[in-house]
């Protein structure tokens, strides 16, 4: 995979951009993997999750973006608690139902995009209810499809709160056709997969060219003058060696037609885009991937520990830029490492530990050194305390430290 930067018909500055007329700027805010419930049930992190989301919603609403777009596991539970169902439900309400004009135009068949649901139309063209910022995601593995092919993103849809696409209920094709967003003259097609196991997808793409396992149906009419963005929900690096898929999708079988890929799944925040360009024997030039990362950590990993960020990508015709948003109210997540050189008192048995022992005193300095550099870095809307992973070594033989009564 090369990282480099394609000539200027596709990826530009926004001074660029801008030159074109406003009314054919089409504006997306891209998030992905809110996990909306993680740690709920942990007195003083129960919020994290959704005042992130709400951060996100305000500045999609702040930007007057045109949609909102995310990339699969909106929540961290297949089956969300009632709280964070309520939640979830307010927090779409007061910021998506509003008398705000939305200037796009749905041009694809809304039966064929939402064919899970029993309601044929997108929600801001829905006649019974006002959308003023609509909200189009596929799923994820965390809110995967379950009992009767139903997510618990089902019912947003339902409601008319979100627009769920990319939703496949039968995998022995995946005939894979896009939503189709008309601004100006700026022309987006829009196309989905939620999560499925990687070893049956990445099979399927690899019979692409024989279009026997998936097919991606392309507009008919001036095919080359729309934007396609394709946004998926899987691992992206090799994850085992076991299998011949790696249990990954390689990005190298993603058809180079595409112009911008939005992954979703992986954690880790990359969000300036990356491109890839693809063999010699593929046709078309290559796409760019942005990997928003996910908005809140679920894992003391050193790659949940980024920064958190959402991008704010802009589309006038056939190009784009992406402007990165970093998000405020994550947690701080730091990492220290610690190694005890003294060695320990020759009076204490090494089965036994009294208190106050040298290596406790050590790592307690360490500790609120930790703490005392979180707080120079903390901004005013994230939450506090933040979380330490500090990893401790002994050259020496020490008694056991029992971790849950330190501190």
Partial sequence: MTQTQRPDDVFVDSSQIEETPQNDHMRILVATDLHIGYAEKILGRDEDSIRTFEEVLQIASREEVDFVLLGGDLYHENNPSREMQHRVTRLLRRYCLNDRPVALRFLSDPVVNFAHSAFGNVNYEDSNINVGLPIFTIHGNHDDLSGKGLTALDILHESGLINLFGKFEEIDQFIVSPILLVKGKTK??????????DDRLCRAFREYYLEEEIRFLRPKEDTESWF????????????????????????????????????????????????????????????????????????????????????????????????????????????????????????????????????????????????????????????????????????????????????
């Avoid at 406790?360 to 707080?375: H, S, Y």
């Avoid at 050259?395 to 056991?400: D, I, L, R, T, Y």
Wanted: aromatic content about 8%.
């Fill in 188 to 197: 987006l097609a829009l196309y989905g997969i939620g999560s499925q196991r």
């Fill in 228 to 407: 396609n963005i394709l946004v998926l929900h899987q691992n992206r690096p090799v994850r085992t060696r076991a299998r011949s898929t790696g249990g990954h999708l390689p990005e190298n079988l993603i058809p180079s037609f595409f112009d911008l890929v939005i992954w979703g799944h992986e954690h880790e925040c990359k969000i300036d885009p990356q491109y890839y360009e693809n063999g010699v024997n593929v046709c078309g030039d290559g796409f760019y991937i942005i990997q928003p990362g996910s908005t809140i950590a679920t894992a003391l990993s050193p790659e949940e520990a980024k920064p958190k960020h959402i991008a704010l990508v802009t589309i006038s015709g056939r190009k784009f830029f992406s402007q990165k948003i970093a998000l405020e109210t994550p947690r701080q997540i730091l990492f220290a490492d610690l190694a005890i050189t003294i060695k320990p008192p020759s009076t204490v048995s090494k089965n036994s530990r009294p208190k106050n022992m040298p290596d406790e005193k050590l790592i307690a300095a360490e500790v609120e050194k930790m703490l005392a550099e979180a707080e120079k870095m903390k901004t005013t809307r994230q939450a506090h305390p933040p979380l330490l992973r500090l990893r401790v070594t002994y050259p020496e033989s020490w008694a056991n430290f029992m971790v849950s009564y330190f501190g």
